[in-house]
């Protein structure tokens, strides 16, 4: 199985796509729902279907699904913490509680109906070109490592400017005051946080995500309500237009940032837990299954596979984890694992376990973590 991070647009899954749930499960209101969900790909997918297998459809199921609920008080107030991702998320971490909201019994269907919502309406479908990675590299601050003129003023020592500065710095010279205006806000921003203004400092990113998606829905001259919004990234970006012929399973497929197979997330667990305890349980949120999710989660069930997400004040304090985190070179990575396989062929008294050994994908992902966190954007984890 291969396991992916997607961006996830929180502000539309918190004001759109659970309100939606909630009015269905609560108030017997399925108008909403069913308005949303015949929208996605999937469902027009399954409308060309024979006959007879479109009596099984997810929406059909589902709906039958819902009808059957109970309906006494705790149960109506349980769909309703369910829905409402502010009271949902403290409850939600499966460390510290034995029985977080759930329905009564998972069903796939419904699962099926949240997945495909997901995937139509809240994961931003763009590219990210090489002008970004500019934001792998952490801005220059006093209290931070510089690369500057040759000088590693953190430490002392004379070093060569990494890659990703030279990238940087490229990217500076040829896109000029919109990389520019990038980098000043990236450096604002983790000035107001060194200061303890975090909230002020999420606002102004949280700000000039709606600014560009204004800017972008006032060019294109509308913007349908059932359309899903495309994220905004500071900086030069090739959008990814969506295709209503496209093959469904090759753009599940392409889409995300890749982050291994499926044993990767525990060796990605263990490389984070060597800087940041923090960092390691909240990347156990997003793709080891701590965090509950809201219509149970199947590891053998490939077409509903999310595992975990991230809201966008996670994503943002696990980017301030990882601000000083290098990854290791490929070369070692790929000999620690080489020698880890050596240690289990031979049977050596130097025992390791599969979370010590360095992991392959993280510069990817770090990168991901850190332009999610300056977009204001959520992470969400799928496995299939």
């Known amino acids: 199985m291969i396991v992916r991070v997607h961006g996830f647009d929180w502000k539309i899954y918190n004001e759109r796509i659970m309100p939606a749930f909630n009015l269905w499960l ?9 308005k949303l969900y ?7 997918a399954e409308e060309h279907r024979v006959t007879p297998v479109q009596r099984h459809s997810s929406w059909l199921q589902a709906q039958a ?10 149960a109506v107030d349980e769909y ?12 939600s971490d499966q460390y510290m509680y034995r029985y977080p909201p759930q329905l009564y019994r998972n069903s796939e269907a419904l699962r099926m109906i949240w997945s ?14 090489d002008d970004l990675e500019k934001f792998m590299v952490p801005p220059q601050h006093p209290q931070h490592p510089q690369v500057q003129q040759g000088q590693d003023t953190y430490k002392g020592t004379t070093t060569q400017a990494t890659p990703s500065a030279r990238v940087a710095q490229k990217a500076l010279e040829e896109n000029g005051p919109s990389i520019k205006e990038a980098v000043f806000r990236s450096e604002l921003i983790t000035l107001l946080q060194s200061a303890g203004l975090a909230e002020l400092a999420q606002a102004i990113v949280i700000h000039n995500v709606d600014e560009q998606q204004a800017l972008q829905h006032a060019a294109t001259g509308k913007a349908g309500a059932n359309e899903p919004l495309q994220a905004s990234t500071p900086g030069k970006l090739t959008e990814h237009k969506r295709d209503e012929t496209f093959d469904e399973e090759e753009e599940t497929e392409e889409s995300g940032v890749l982050i291994g197979q499926q044993h990767a997330p525990i060796r990605l667990r263990g490389w984070l837990a060597s800087f940041s305890i923090r960092a390691m349980a909240l990347f156990e949120l997003l793709a080891c299954g701590r965090r509950c999710m809201p219509f ?25 984890c990882l601000r000083k985190v290098q990854s290791p070179a490929a070369e070692q990575v ?23 050994v360095l992991p392959e994908y993280s510069e990817e992902f770090m990168s991901l973590v850190r332009i999610a966190a300056l977009q204001g954007l ?6 299939g």
């Open 38 to 44: 015949m929208n996605t790909q999937r469902a027009k």
């Open 378 to 383: 959520g992470l969400i984890c799928s496995v």
């Open 116 to 129: 495909a919502l997901i995937e139509e309406y809240c994961l931003p479908w763009f590219q990210v070109t």
């Open 296 to 320: 149970g989660y199947e590891a053998s069930d490939l077409a509903t596979g999310y595992v975990g997400y991230l809201t966008p004040d996670e994503v943002w304090q696990l980017a301030l």
């Open 334 to 356: 790929t000999a620690d694992f080489q020698k880890f396989q050596k240690q289990i062929r031979e049977k050596t008294l130097a025992f390791r376990m599969l979370d010590e």
């Open 80 to 91: 309703s913490v369910l829905c409402t991702p502010e009271r949902f998320n403290p409850l």
């Open 65 to 74: 699904f819902v009808r059957r609920l109970p309906r006494g008080p705790h």
């Open 26 to 34: 609560v108030n017997n209101d399925e108008q909403t729902i069913m």
